[in-house]
């Protein structure tokens, strides 16, 4: 990676976390992130790749820790200044640490060059020995590089299927998911057994995609009080997220929150429309993205 995307990831990753500080109302305990900070750098420190290939990435680390602890010894354990410059330490340790490990895999690939020269000088000696190294050479890098087509073009099938499979729709938001009201018995928050093949594909895509986090959305339609509807729709929402925990994936990837008859994507006059709004909707983030708020006509 050149040195200008590396210090466009920084400036990224500074700007994420000044939003991120913005928002959060409760700032969190600077002791717990200063900690990590310390392990960060620390882990940094103890590869001697980022010391060879990464040494500025590093001493923005230990000056961003050196900020970090001075501002917690200064004011509080809670202070936010001190846990601000605590997850930038982290933030930036991490990348000094990917820097190295991107220019220490180049440096690794030229070595293997120059060994492969070495030894094609070599067997130009002989000519019969020449020959099938060439060829040897070809059919390696041939199967190589039909390896790699293959396990490419095999995700992608396996993405696309997955995603069919689902019915699932590219929006601002994210990939969007709709499970019916028919997993659930009418007033019921239990899955049904139908549900368990939706819910493993779901999982299955979100293994394969751990930058992905996934927020579920339940919904119901006009019929019956406000209040139970908003806890209808959230238990099933619950319901589904614990599902998809169940399968594997970290909890702190997986969101649930109920919408009650808010968001209709039908009227309610009739009860085919009622059925359309009776629903669970399974957002995926675009990458790493945060999910965006809904909003009035938005999906």
Not at 13 to 22: K, N, P, R
Not at 92 to 105: C, D, L
Not at 115 to 120: A, C, M, P, T
Request: aromatic share 4%.
């Amino acid at each position: 990676m050149k040195r200008k995307s590396m210090k466009s990831l920084i400036a990224v990753a500074l700007v994420c976390a000044v939003l991120g500080l913005a928002a959060c109302e409760t700032a969190p305990d600077s002791s717990a992130v200063l900690d990590q900070a310390r392990s960060a750098v620390a882990q940094a420190e103890s590869d001697p790749n980022v010391t060879r290939y990464a040494p500025t990435e590093l001493d923005r680390a230990r000056k961003l820790l050196i900020n970090a602890e001075g501002a917690a010894k200064e004011k509080s354990a809670k202070d936010p200044t001190a846990a601000h410059y605590a997850y930038l330490t982290t933030q930036v340790a991490r990348i000094a640490q990917q820097r190295a490990q991107e220019q220490a895999a180049t440096a690794r690939m030229k070595d293997g060059e120059t060994e492969r020269q070495k030894i094609l000088l070599t067997t130009r000696e002989n000519e019969t020995d020449r020959a099938l190294a060439q060829a040897q050479s070809a059919r390696a890098d041939a199967q190589s590089a039909r390896g790699d087509a293959l396990q490419s073009q095999a995700e992608s099938e396996r993405m696309a299927a997955q995603l069919e499979n689902l019915q699932a729709s590219q929006t601002p938001r994210g990939i969007v998911l709709t499970l019916d009201d028919v997993l659930f018995d009418t007033g019921n928050a239990q899955l049904k057994p139908g549900a368990r093949r939706s819910l493993d594909q779901i999982a299955a895509f979100l293994d394969e995609n751990p930058e992905r986090r996934v927020q579920v959305e339940g919904f119901t339609d006009s019929q019956g009080a406000n209040d139970y509807n908003l806890d209808l729709s959230q238990s099933r929402a619950d319901a589904v997220a614990v599902a998809i925990i169940q399968r594997g994936i970290n909890a702190e990837r997986v969101r649930a929150l109920g919408y009650g008859e808010e968001f209709p994507v039908a009227g309610n006059a009739d009860a085919g429309s009622r059925q359309l709004n009776r629903r669970v909707e399974i957002i995926v983030s675009n990458s790493d993205a945060a999910i965006p708020g809904r909003s009035a006509g938005a999906p």
